[in-house]
């Protein structure tokens, strides 16, 4: 059950006790999964929305909400050094020749991660945030001060003002 969207009829969750339920996250009494996933819910009660209010890296007229879940290509960090280990390298600790590999990454100083983050196979996600952008900072929502913090902490790539420059809708002089 994928929950990263839902609507809710408060009403019906007078059982929901966030705070409490945190706690017990906390305190590992309650499984992150189960929690997340709505296993502990009566599965009469939940029904689904359509693809396209929780669109999984697809983008297209229908889509309603984009969600980029793959993260070595998020369009933001094209070409950023990668800054995180993904669940599939921490299994692979497990295994010798991963062993091999963090010794070599330890003794030469080499970043644990690997590699940068790859551009978006779909460049209409790419053209969709960066025109998002521009936006934001044609309306003062994000300030160009901003914009320039977050580069320098490697949050966003740093072509970051080419893309918007590229993708900023033109401006229509037609009255």
């Not at 990263?4 to 706690?23: G, I, P, R």
């Not at 991660?113 to 790859?118: C, K, N, P, V």
Request: aromatic residues 10%; contains cysteine.
């Amino acid at each position: 059950m994928a929950t990263s969207v839902m609507l809710m009829e408060c009403a019906k969750l007078t059982h929901w006790k966030a705070e409490d339920q945190f706690q017990k996250l906390f305190d590992y009494e309650l499984d992150y999964a189960d929690w997340i996933c709505l296993h502990k819910e009566d599965r009469s009660t939940i029904g689904l929305l359509e693809n396209c209010w929780n669109d999984l890296d697809h983008l297209d007229d229908n889509t309603k909400l984009l969600h980029n879940t793959k993260r070595q290509t998020q369009p933001w960090k094209t070409g950023l050094p990668v800054d995180f280990v993904s669940a599939n390298r921490r299994f692979q600790l497990l295994k010798p020749k991963s062993w091999v590999q963090s010794i070599r990454t330890q003794v030469l100083g080499l970043s644990p991660y690997h590699g940068q983050y790859r551009r978006h196979p779909d460049p209409k996600q790419e053209a969709f945030f960066f025109t998002l952008l521009a936006e934001c900072l044609d309306k003062g929502i994000v300030t160009h001060e901003r914009l320039e913090e977050e580069m320098s902490r490697n949050h966003i790539r740093h072509d970051a003002r080419d893309m918007i420059t590229r993708h900023k809708p033109a401006v229509s002089t037609a009255s």
